[in-house]
T-cell receptor, first 112, second 112 residues
Framework: QKEVEQNSGPLSVPEGAIASLNCTYS??????FFWYRQYSGKSPELIMS????GDKEDGRFTAQLNKASQYVSLLIRDSQPSDSATYLC????????????FGAGTQVVVTP | EAGVAQSPRYKIIEKRQSVAFWCNPI?????LYWYQQILGQGPKLLIQ????????DSQLPKDRFSAERLKGVDSTLKIQPAKLEDSAVYLC??????????FGPGTRLTVL
């Protein structure tokens, strides 16, 4: 079992719709959770961080964390063609000195 | 505030040759990370420095890879000798508190 799992996609989303991305992690002692966006040929860009259960909103992005069920999700509202990218979920475990464990990413394609 | 700088951006070498990558983190960031990202996968941590000391190098292939961070600022990652499977993007990241990590543009290495 991989430590961080994501559906690889592609996830096709009509422009203006909500994109919903899911991520599950295996280690219950995970403490910090991140979503990175990576455009083709570019490096990962941090878009959201979440540390406690519940929702966190930032602009069109909402991250949701459920530690009991060991999943974290990302919602992208009013999806735009510029949101087409791979979204990487990353997790830091307690006592891991900040080591990020990444999923393989979900490719999102927003269609006009 | 300037971001993480890396050079070179691209490198093509033949197998068994050596190569070195350079990284300059965000000013004031004590923690520096080197990741390897193979196409279609999430980044994998190779080595993590806290100031100029190594915190985690458990996934660094030490028979061929080496890294240093003299004076706790810039860092270099070296591969000698390179193998075909080392073809990847090498990403440098830095953080100030060990949580949110910010990535440089990466170096795309092709080993022929």
């Amino acid at each position: 079992q991989k430590e961080v799992e994501q559906n690889s996609g592609p996830l096709s989303v009509p422009e203006g719709a909500i994109a919903s991305l899911n991520c599950t992690y295996s280690d219950r002692v995970s403490q910090s959770f991140f979503w990175y966006r990576q455009y083709s040929g570019k490096s990962p860009e941090l878009i959201m961080s979440i540390y406690s259960n519940g929702d966190k909103e930032d602009g069109r992005f909402t991250a949701q964390l459920n530690k009991a069920s060991q999943y974290v999700s990302l919602l992208i509202r009013d999806s735009q063609p510029s949101d087409s990218a791979t979204y990487l979920c990353a997790v830091i475990k307690t006592d891991s000195w900040g080591k990020l464990q990444f999923g393989a990413g979900t490719q999102v394609v927003v269609t006009p | 505030e300037a971001g993480v700088a890396q050079s070179p951006r691209y490198k093509i070498i033949e197998k068994r040759q050596s190569v070195a990558f350079w990284c300059n983190p965000i000013s004031g960031h004590a923690t520096l990370y080197w990741y390897q990202q193979i196409l279609g996968q999430g980044p994998k941590l190779l080595i993590q420095f806290q100031n100029n000391g190594v915190v985690d190098d458990s996934q660094l292939p030490k028979d061929r890879f080496s890294a240093e961070r003299l004076k706790g600022v810039d860092s270099t990652l070296k591969i000698q000798p390179a193998k075909l499977e080392d073809s990847a993007v090498y990403l440098c990241a830095s953080s100030s508190q060990g949580n949110e990590q910010f990535f440089g543009p990466g170096t795309r290495l092709t080993v022929l």
